[in-house]
């Protein structure tokens, strides 16, 4: 079944604990991105993939890091995670960052609560 | 700035009634969008999508109108479902690649 997959689904940290959600799709896509959803504010972009070796940054790239190894993997990294990053966290690929429509497969979604 | 948002929070419609879910963009450039729906608990899916070169776009129950006089965009839900109860987002394509801008999200909630 063709699926993008995230890990943890929930998770509760506290500040300053390092924390990593990864972020597995199976359908070859070269694209991928993390957003973040809170009330109100609908899914802003983190940080984005065109493809393998190739991120940068979205519209709240402050306090993530991403890195992108393998085609699949696009894992995201707290390495001092604080309270304002309390947040629903969803990961999304697409076949291609230019061409083709612009579908966007979503992930199920991370709760992540810092305390 | 771009911005992309949406008219009402929320919309409440009863069974068998059509939807009719608007949002409004502000880049006048922007040359695609997409309507996603989300189910509680669940990631956004897409629904359906249109190119700034068309008005309106059909797709099974759904139809997407896009005004760019009044850069007004329109989601119409015929002959809505509890099925269809979700939040449902509106996208607006950056100027570049598959970036998108997200609304806030309007909550439809269908009335047995």
């Known amino acids: 079944e063709a699926q993008v997959t995230q890990n943890p689904r929930y998770l509760i940290t506290v500040t300053g604990k390092k924390l990593t959600v990864t972020c597995s799709q199976n359908?070859?896509?070269?694209?991928m991105s993390w957003y973040r959803q809170d009330p109100g504010l609908g899914l802003r972009q983190i940080y984005y993939?065109?493809?393998?070796?190739?991120?940068d940054k979205g519209d709240v790239p402050e306090g993530y890091k991403v890195s992108r190894k393998e085609k699949r993997n696009f894992p995201l990294i707290l390495e001092s995670p604080s309270p304002n990053q309390t947040s629903l966290y969803f990961c999304?690929?697409?076949?291609?960052?230019?061409?083709?429509?612009?579908?966007?497969?979503f992930g199920e979604g991370s709760r992540l609560t810092v305390l | 700035g771009e911005s992309v948002g949406l008219h009402l929070p929320t919309l409440s419609v009863q069974e068998g009634d059509n939807s009719i879910i608007n949002c409004a963009y502000s880049?006048?450039?922007?040359?695609?969008f997409i309507w996603y729906k989300q189910e509680s608990g669940k990631g956004p899916q897409f629904i359906i999508d249109?190119?700034?070169?068309?008005d309106k776009r059909q797709g099974q129950r759904v139809t997407v109108l896009l005004n760019k006089t009044v850069k007004h965009l329109s989601l119409q839900i015929a002959a809505t479902q509890p099925g269809d109860s979700a939040v449902y987002f509106c996208?607006?394509?950056?100027?570049?690649?598959?970036?998108?801008?997200f609304g806030p999200g309007t909550r439809l909630s269908v009335l047995p």
């Open positions: 880049n006048s450039a922007s040359d695609y």
């Open positions: 996208a607006e394509r950056r100027n570049y690649g598959q970036n998108f801008v």
């Open positions: 993939s065109m493809n393998v070796e190739v991120t």
């Open positions: 999304a690929s697409s076949l291609s960052w230019t061409g083709g429509t612009g579908e966007l497969f």
């Open positions: 249109i190119r700034s070169n068309m």
């Open positions: 359908m070859n896509h070269e694209y």
